[in-house]
């Protein structure tokens, strides 16, 4: 099992690189991020090699969504540049979004397409957007997120990030399970996770609400990691949390309190 933290919300009085070193300094084997743009993204890599920890990966596209084919040159060149960094930096995995998400997490405004078009756009952009990784150890990785904060979001729960992987039946179109949006949505983790395992790239933990560490909310984290086990999961699991009050300490404390790595 691979042990990945998010660098979004941990350490945030610290500079990315310096989160890196801190997240190596905790024995986490993997960091992600969202968007490398506008992020020193050399400097973390640079950081990682040293520490001997490794970026997993980023946001694919940050321009564009799948959902709307008038969006579809968007998402590729978007995604050809994203290839180009991860090559660079030796990430694998490149986060893949339904909806042109604004820095805000809103979507400005969803196609006026029938619900079958906007599946067909998925199905085919997904396609187009393989032809840029495959052979290369890249893998296009499906985001599920919740409607109850990102209102519109078409692929808003497991299932239909499930159903997309696989249609499109390509060892490099995976997808995340992410316990705090599908909780928000759908609920039934344990049932939905166990559907969704042989197309999970990783499993993603926070709790419900306020997506704070393991242990802060309804969410029974060591059901969840029985079931893993149970299963014989042995790939990613990636703790994107927001540290509760602020202390990303007491965060690694609380993930180490399921999973003791």
């Not at 300094?25 to 520490?51: G, K, M, Q, S, Y």
């Not at 809103?106 to 495959?134: D, H, M, N, T, Y």
Request: charged share 25%.
């Amino acid at each position: 099992m691979k042990h990945s933290i998010s660098l979004k919300f941990m350490w945030g009085d610290r500079e990315l690189p310096d989160r890196a070193k801190r997240a190596a300094e905790h024995n986490f084997d993997l960091v992600e991020l969202w968007d490398w743009r506008d992020e020193p993204i050399d400097d973390l890599a640079t950081v990682c090699r040293e520490a001997g920890i490794v970026i997993a990966g980023f946001f694919g596209h940050s321009h564009g969504g799948l959902r709307d084919p008038a969006q579809r040159d968007d998402v590729l060149t978007s995604l050809a540049e994203s290839v180009e960094i991860a090559e660079r930096v030796g990430a694998t995995q490149l986060h893949m979004f339904s909806d042109d998400i604004g820095s805000d997490s809103v979507i400005s405004k969803p196609p006026s397409l029938p619900w079958e078009s906007q599946w067909r756009s998925c199905l085919e952009g997904l396609r187009e957007s393989v032809a840029l990784v495959e052979g290369k150890g890249i893998n296009l990785v499906l985001e599920s997120i919740n409607t109850v904060f990102v209102p519109g979001y078409f692929l808003d729960h497991a299932g239909r990030s499930l159903a997309l992987c696989r249609a499109i039946d390509h060892p490099q179109v995976t997808m995340f399970f992410d316990c705090f949006h599908q909780q928000l949505v759908a609920g039934r983790l344990i049932e939905n996770l166990i559907e969704a395992l042989p197309w999970t790239q990783a499993v993603h933990i926070a709790d419900v609400p306020g997506r704070h560490q393991p242990g802060t909310g309804e969410i029974n984290f060591h059901g969840i990691k029985r079931v893993l086990e149970e299963q014989g999961y042995d790939r990613q699991l990636t703790f994107e949390t927001v540290p509760k009050d602020g202390d990303s300490e007491a965060a690694v404390t609380a993930i180490k309190d399921v999973w003791a790595f």
